[in-house]
């Protein structure tokens, strides 16, 4: 089984892993921070500059299921 939980704050994470610990539960926890390197950072400012600029196109996901062929499951 799988739950996600997004705690609001630090205080509501603390009391959530508190709880589970106290009961012996087993669980994971994925680590949300990651960094972008430089040249990922300046991809994603240049896409946006380029999106605001009006220099792209933007598509549906009707538009992108047509263009790649995908077959719907």
């Keep these: 089984m799988t739950i996600v939980v997004n705690p609001h704050n630090p205080q509501e994470e ?25 040249s990922q950072q300046k991809e994603i400012l240049e896409r946006d500059r380029e999106y605001e600029a009006g220099e792209t196109e933007t598509y549906s996901i009707d538009e992108i299921i047509a263009h790649f062929n995908i077959k719907e499951k």
């Excluded at 603390?14 to 430089?38: C, G, I, N, Q």
């Design 14 to 38: 603390h009391a959530l892993l508190a709880f589970l610990d106290s009961m012996k539960y087993d669980y994971s926890r994925e680590d949300e921070t990651f960094v972008l390197s430089e």
